[in-house]
């Protein structure tokens, strides 16, 4: 460890961070190498008391440090934050740049320098630290977002797996009562995980295996209903296949299990994390944002978003929905921003796609552009930066979000247009379940599972009535 001494005000150092160790330089505001360290993780238990050690000697002659890190979401820079020092984030990239434009070497100890000397010219964000329950709540929807994507591949697997024995099995649940990631599908399956199984499995076995899944109502006709599409004649491969495959597919049902049992455990607690959270009376407000969208979005925004964006357009621009323009004389181009919250983006997606189908005013802005020439995946990101700049100036005003007033028309007009929604059965399928109904022994519920909707659907659109 080196120290020397110098002139100045503050101290600007440079932390360059790996899974084993930190390098740390130390500059006055001439740009002199004050000290430089190794920190090693295995040697020193806590790093950021054996980094205001190293501090120490110093801080007697200077009036406060500034520490610049490439990776501000460390433990290292978070505790280091937490205690009270200052942490600024340096860009990665633009470090890189910097190091192929001055030619020096790709080492440790270098870049520490480098990152120090950014921080002494003020290449720098600050760092705006989110309040201890808005930071557990993005931690939480982090591990949301993983444990849906983990719940996909398990489902994934169950079918691939379902299709090479048994194809029957894959649409025997419709999509409209949660398919094979129903609670009834699995606990059939995890019983009867083949045809062969599944054939010797009677109307009242049937039963108790519905009944001890949740099912409370018709599970008789659910039951005959699943008997008779289980005895009908399959394509059966040989029987010591078969039970190898079931083994495969048993395997696969306790990993969709876990799965499921994983997020509705991290769903719920989403759910209380999301409700005290300071904006969320204003995101609930937004027509088509549920409790998942609405949590996701507070958890990449925070709760200091005027501290931490300062405008809209940043907040658009972080998020992706703003694009980059490139000029140079003549020559203009405009294209997609890559360097944003890849999270933030998928959310304002879906929560722009989902706006569509519930508010006119994002309707009528997501028509206008797509008549404009615009494609689909454009006029959705035009519409999502339009909600996070209303967002924002809500955050920032304390003012109620009013769909009318952010899209601009007037909801208690004569012409004022509303959410298009398509039927949920078209005419040929209409044509279709009238058919059925007439056959003997078919019943409404029956109709309605065939074509996957509700009883209410096959009174409304193919009977003509209001279930009573």
Request: net charge positive; charged share 25%; glycine share 8%.
């Amino acid at each position: 460890m080196l120290l020397l001494c110098g002139g100045g005000y503050l101290l600007y150092a440079g932390c360059d961070w790996s899974d084993r160790w930190l390098d740390v330089a130390v500059l006055d505001r001439s740009g002199s190498v004050l000290g430089e360290t190794r920190i090693i993780y295995a040697e020193a238990p806590d790093p950021v008391a054996r980094y205001k050690e190293f501090l120490a000697p110093l801080g007697r002659r200077w009036r406060g440090t500034i520490t610049g890190i490439e990776d501000v979401g460390i433990l290292f820079a978070r505790s280091l934050a937490a205690s009270g020092l200052q942490v600024v984030h340096v860009d990665p990239t633009r470090a890189a740049r910097h190091r192929a434009a001055f030619g020096t070497s790709k080492t440790d100890r270098a870049d520490a320098r480098l990152i120090a000397s950014m921080t002494l010219a003020g290449e720098f964000r600050p760092v705006v630290l989110n309040s201890p329950e808005a930071e557990a709540l993005r931690v939480v929807a982090h591990a949301h977002r993983a444990a849906v994507e983990d719940r996909v591949e398990a489902l994934h697997s169950v079918r691939a797996a379902l299709m090479r024995i048994w194809p029957a099995a894959v649409s025997a649940w419709p999509a409209g009562v949660g398919g094979l990631r129903s609670a009834q599908a699995r606990a059939v399956l995890a019983a009867a995980p083949s045809p062969r199984s599944a054939a010797g499995l009677d109307r009242k076995r049937l039963g108790a295996i519905l009944e001890a899944a949740g099912r409370t109502r018709t599970v008789e006709d659910e039951a005959e209903r699943l008997r008779m599409l289980f005895c009908r004649p399959v394509m059966l491969l040989d029987p010591h296949v078969e039970d190898a495959e079931s083994v495969r597919i048993r395997h696969y049902l306790a990993v969709l299990d876990r799965a499921v049992e994983r997020t509705d455990v991290l769903a719920r607690d989403l759910e209380q994390r999301y409700a005290a959270h300071p904006y969320h009376q204003l995101v609930s407000c937004l027509p088509g944002i549920g409790t998942t969208l609405g949590a996701y979005l507070l958890a990449e925004i925070g709760d200091q978003p005027v501290d931490r964006f300062g405008s809209g357009r940043a907040l658009a621009a972080y998020a992706g929905a703003s694009p980059v323009t490139w000029s140079s004389g003549q020559i203009v181009r405009v294209s997609f921003r890559r360097a944003s919250s890849t999270h933030l983006r998928s959310t304002v997606h879906k929560a722009a796609f989902s706006m569509t189908n519930h508010s006119p005013g994002a309707e009528m802005y997501y028509r206008r552009h797509r008549t404009a020439g615009d494609a689909h995946a454009t006029a959705l990101r035009k519409l999502g930066r339009k909600i996070l700049l209303c967002l924002y100036h809500c955050m920032a005003s304390g003012t109620p979000y009013d769909d009318a007033v952010a899209f601009g028309y007037d909801p208690a007009a004569v012409d004022a247009r509303g959410v298009r929604r398509g039927k949920p059965l078209d005419e040929e399928q209409i044509v279709r379940a009238q058919r059925m109904l007439l056959a003997p022994g078919v019943s409404v519920t029956d109709t309605a599972q065939a074509f996957g909707v509700s009883r209410q659907t096959i009174y409304r659109h193919v009977l003509g009535r209001r279930r009573t």
